[in-house]
């Protein structure tokens, strides 16, 4: 290692990787290690097709410290599910301790290997140090989170005295690859659960549906996919977003021990036998059980079209995707009618959502009549209503969207000198709440009108360190999206809504709740200037900024701050805003220098009409 020499110059596979093709599987060498000559980084494999299976080969009889370092680094990237190949690289104390799962380390490159200071061959020990620069972390919970910063941690190696075997005796917990290799290990699944504090919300604590909630975690693509996503439900949401929402599944509800893998049979059903925790559920419950598991399955291949419960030897209940419609509210779900903007008058106007048609119509009421001259416009999520902030935006007006109805004077006003010193777009929550950021510098706030009208509440912003200049409230309820200015910085921030405080006391009627926004955290660290946003999806945002030095672009990103495997949108110059839906299926809607364009899906750009700030309803 770094200069050391051992061997005899043999080389040996260090992975092989399984095609399937056509239900044959092939084996072929992926890579080999030199038992002599210097140490090399351990490179990241090049992007492989999905269907390609990664298997790590066992350590020689004679394998020498450089293989056995690099044998033990290529077996971490590989598919096998508990790691036991990697295990065999390690002495049997180092492996009944080491932890795989804990974490996953993602560094730009795969890990680079230095000798260490200490050790010697030839007294039957080296150290070893990992080096690279550190993408993001994914910790026990599944979590991801970016990261940035050095990597740097040392591996000890020693020679066993009996079988004069090389193994490694000190290794840092978790695992750790280059990015290439994450992204064929692993992919982004949500899980779901639901919305819960919501009281005097229109929650399901006052007859509604409950409201779900995206988790977004990582697991590995080849390892039984669907059985880690049901033992990873059952277990918890994740840390960050644990204090806004609840599970139906009992505590302490797991997978019964029995129960092998998990998959679905030739009608896509999928059974699911749990312990007795759950034995004792009623059907609603349980109805919400299977249709936190359809919405959690969703997306997994094969398909799982229908889930069955099981508990204490028998059928406890059984939920269709179709039926989920019945026991829980989706954003992704929800369809919107209609996509609106501002006209050349400064009217808000609409034209059908995902269809053809490109004149606008202006909508019912008042603020389609042009009574106030309006710059931005959010619309609620049922359509019934509409929020609009006036030219110069001072004044914020809500309207009802129907034939008649009058204006009325506006629901707040900024004190702020200057026009971009006053309010932002407005946004509306899941439920009926109308946010607002007030830009002023003397009296910056967030602010919340509960059902579009009454006194405002100052929304409390610990840990905010900046001015907001855009809010857009998640179709969950549960977190907001902020783009917060310092200095010549905008970032874009989410942050988890509390209601009522973090403790969930219960206010009595007509008191005025409490809500904060807490635990802010970036989901675009590398861009420095952030332009326009948007909630499209359950747990995504389509987000337009440019990098330091950088030029503008368009792209996905998910909540944790990681980057989707999905296309990613097509070049655009000049975007002042932008909008998507909940709903994934309806197109991409910007206003850039061509006025209203809209991407349907796998076309190109297309302008609409003449207008600024489009929005979906939200």
Same mark, same amino acid.
């Given at each position: ?85 990697a295990r065999q690289y390690l002495t049997d104390e180092a492996a009944k301790v080491w932890k795989p799962e804990l974490s996953t380390t993602v560094l730009a490159d795969g890990p680079g290997a230095q000798a260490g200071s200490s050790g010697r061959e030839d007294a039957g020990e080296l150290s070893f140090k990992l080096t690279g620069d550190k993408v993001a972390t994914v910790d026990a919970q599944q979590a991801y989170t970016a990261d940035s910063g ?85 277990? &918890?949401?994740?840390? %960050? ?112 959502? &995902? ?79 109308? %946010? ?98 948007? %909630? ?83």
């Amino acid at each position: 290692m770094g200069g050391e020499r051992a061997g005899r110059g043999r080389t040996a596979p260090a992975r092989v990787v399984a095609y399937a093709t056509s239900g044959v599987v092939l084996l072929a060498g992926c890579a080999s290690m030199p038992d002599s000559g210097d140490v090399r980084g351990v490179d990241s494999t090049p992007r492989l097709d999905a269907q390609v299976r990664v298997f790590a080969m066992p350590p020689s009889e004679d394998a020498s410290p450089p293989q056995i370092m690099q044998g033990f680094l290529e077996a971490l990237t590989s598919d096998d599910p508990d790691y036991s190949t990697a295990r065999q690289y390690l002495t049997d104390e180092a492996a009944k301790v080491w932890k795989p799962e804990l974490s996953t380390t993602v560094l730009a490159d795969g890990p680079g290997a230095q000798a260490g200071s200490s050790g010697r061959e030839d007294a039957g020990e080296l150290s070893f140090k990992l080096t690279g620069d550190k993408v993001a972390t994914v910790d026990a919970q599944q979590a991801y989170t970016a990261d940035s910063g050095p990597y740097d941690q040392l591996v000890h190696l020693t020679r066993d005295v009996k079988t004069r075997q090389w193994r490694i005796d000190g290794v840092p917990q978790g695992v750790v690859m280059g990015k290439s290799d994450f992204q064929r290990n692993y992919m982004s699944v949500s899980k779901y659960y639901f919305a819960s504090n919501t009281a005097g919300a229109g929650g399901a604590d006052e007859g509604g549906l409950p409201m779900a909630v995206a988790d977004p975690v990582y697991v590995r693509s080849h390892v039984e996919p669907t059985t880690q996503m049901v033992r990873s439900l059952l277990g &918890g949401p994740t840390n %960050w977003l644990d204090p806004a929402v609840r599970s139906s599944f009992p505590t302490g509800t797991e997978l019964r021990k029995d129960a092998g893998p998990l998959t679905t049979d030739d009608q896509g059903r999928l059974t699911v036998p749990l312990n007795d925790k759950a034995a004792d559920v009623g059907t609603r419950r349980c109805e919400e059980m299977a249709a936190q598991l359809l919405f959690t399955l969703r997306n997994l291949s094969p398909a799982v079209d229908e889930v069955e419960l099981r508990a204490a030897g028998k059928k406890l209940c059984s939920l269709t995707q179709e039926a989920t419609k019945t026991v829980a509210d989706r954003g992704s779900l929800n369809h919107p009618d209609y996509l609106y903007f501002i006209d050349e008058e400064h009217r808000l106007v609409r034209i059908v959502a &995902g269809g053809n048609a490109t004149r606008p119509e202006p909508v019912p009421g008042a603020l389609g009549e042009g009574t106030a001259r309006l710059r931005s416009v959010a619309v609620a999520r049922d359509e019934r209503a509409a929020a609009g902030v006036a030219f110069d935006g001072k004044s914020l007006y809500v309207g009802s969207l129907a034939p008649g109805g009058s204006l009325g004077e506006p629901v707040l006003t900024s004190a702020g000198k200057s026009e971009d010193d006053r309010l932002t777009a407005p946004s509306w929550d899941a439920y009926g709440g109308l %946010w607002v950021a007030d830009q002023d510098p003397g009296n910056a706030r967030l602010l919340l009108l509960e059902e579009g009208g009454g006194e405002p509440l100052e929304v409390r912003t610990p840990g905010l360190d900046g001015r907001i200049q855009a809010v857009r409230v998640a179709a969950d309820g549960v977190r907001v999206a902020l783009v917060v200015a310092k200095g010549d910085r905008r970032s874009l921030m989410i942050g988890r809504i509390e209601r009522d405080g973090p403790d969930g006391q219960e206010r009595t009627t007509g008191e005025q709740p409490t809500v904060t926004v807490v635990e802010l955290r970036p989901a675009t660290p590398e861009l420095e200037k952030v332009t326009a946003m948007s %909630w499209t999806g359950d747990s995504r945002l389509v987000v337009v900024g440019r990098e330091e030095g950088g030029v503008e672009q368009m792209r996905y990103v998910e909540v944790d701050g990681s980057i989707p495997e999905v296309p990613q949108p097509a070049a655009l110059t000049g975007v002042k805003a932008v909008t998507a839906s909940p709903d994934e299926q309806v197109p991409l809607v910007a206003y850039s220098v061509d006025g209203i364009v809209r991407l349907p899906s796998g076309a190109q750009w297309q302008k609409v009409t003449e207008g600024t700030a489009p929005v979906y309803p939200g």
